[in-house]
């Protein structure tokens, strides 16, 4: 794909849900782009998309295909908290938010993050949260979001 201009900006784009077949349509590859995406085989790809369905719309993987390479170009995720406090009330955690190289410029993360906090809000979330670096901060405020506290983090692998 090419870097994008000005018409590639108003090009109509769909967000839609992650399918099995994405895998063959680079999503892993989009996801390397991100962090650190192992091989994956197929039947573990199948496993886990399929636990991650039996969450039903409390976990929800989004992507954009490119419909001239049928390639993955952009994707996110949003899972839904319960929590005891607020009332018995939700909160949405987006992770994984990625848009090919190739392919930025063109307002795709935008359009994940708005069709991941939309997803979010119609759930009945009373907020929606992410961790970001540093270096992304300026784009997630474009996105609506501010900075709130500290993350912090303790890897076990």
């Known amino acids: ?6 018409s590639k900006e108003e090009k109509n784009v769909r967000v839609r849900k992650l399918e099995l077949s994405d895998k063959s ?6 996801l390397q ?3 650190v995406c192992d091989s994956v085989s197929d039947k573990e ?3 886990r998309f399929k636990e991650i369905s039996m ?9 954009i295909e490119d419909d ?3 390639k993955i170009i952009a ?5 839904i908290e319960k929590k005891f406090i607020r009332n018995c009330g939700k909160v949405g955690h987006i992770e994984d938010v990625v848009v090919d190289g190739s392919a930025r410029g063109m ?3 935008k359009k994940i993050v708005g069709f991941l906090a939309d997803h979010a809000r119609s759930m009945g979330c009373y907020k929606v949260i992410l961790d970001c670096s540093a270096e992304n901060k300026v784009f997630y405020e474009k996105c609506g979001f501010k900075q709130k506290e500290i993350q912090m983090v303790e890897y076990f692998v």
């Open 1 to 6: 794909m090419e870097n994008p201009n000005s």
């Open 25 to 30: 349509k680079g999503f892993l590859e989009l």
């Open 33 to 35: 782009q991100l962090t």
């Open 45 to 47: 790809f199948e496993d």
């Open 55 to 63: 969450y039903g719309d409390d976990h929800l993987v989004c992507v």
């Open 68 to 70: 001239v390479s049928a």
């Open 75 to 79: 994707t996110g995720s949003v899972f």
């Open 107 to 109: 307002q795709l993360g």
